[in-house]
Each structure stands twice: as C-alpha cells, then as structure tokens.
C-alpha cells in the first residue's frame, strides 16, 4: 500500500515525463488528493492555471496512482473521480462500459 507521499512523487515523476515537451508548469495538488480503495486519486494543475484563475493547459487534472505498482494513469471522463471510486469499490460498472463477452 502505497502512502500519499510515495502516490504524489510516483504522479509528478509521470506528469514531469508526460509533459516535459510542454510550456507548463505542472504542480501536484496535496491538499486535494485522497486515498480510495486501490490506491491515490491525485489532483494536480498548471501553475499558468492556478496564475490566470482560470483552466490552461490540460482539462484532465487527475491521476489514478495504484497501490498495485502499476504506472499512474488518468481516471476515465466519463466519471467524476467520485463515481471511479465508487465503481471500483463496489465492483458494478456502468453497462455501456462493460467488455463484451
């Protein structure tokens, strides 16, 4: 189980490799990041945003860190991160985005 500090420094190592190509500022948001059931929800900005008071850069600011040694990856857009811990915990997903079988 990974602890919040360990999830914030796997989340700015990725955001720093994801967008080194970038003008942005990326910042990692302590303050708004939570533990749920399998791992971190971690929230992070642009500083150009947090600057301008309004979005830049990016529109997805939040990272899915496991405790399962995965790599960070960002939650899916059709939930709000409230709905993505809610699916994983209780194992039952929306229909319509269900695999096949």
């Known amino acids: 189980m990974l602890s919040k500090e360990e999830a914030l420094a796997k989340a700015a190592a990725h955001l ?27 929230c992070w900005d642009t500083q150009e945003s947090i600057d301008a008071g309004v979005p830049v850069g990016p529109i ?20 709000t991160s409230e709905q993505f811990q809610e699916f994983r915990e209780t194992g039952v997903w929306p229909a319509a985005l269900r695999m096949p079988r």
């Not at 720093?16 to 990041?33: G, K, N, Q």
């Not at 496991?66 to 939930?79: F, L």
């Open 60 to 79: 997805n600011t939040v990272l899915i860190v496991p405790d399962d040694g995965s790599g960070p990856h960002g939650r899916p857009s059709y939930a």
């Open 16 to 42: 720093e490799r994801a967008y080194a190509d970038d003008e942005w500022t990326i910042v990692v948001l302590p303050e708004r990041s939570y533990r749920y059931c399998a791992g971190w929800i971690v």
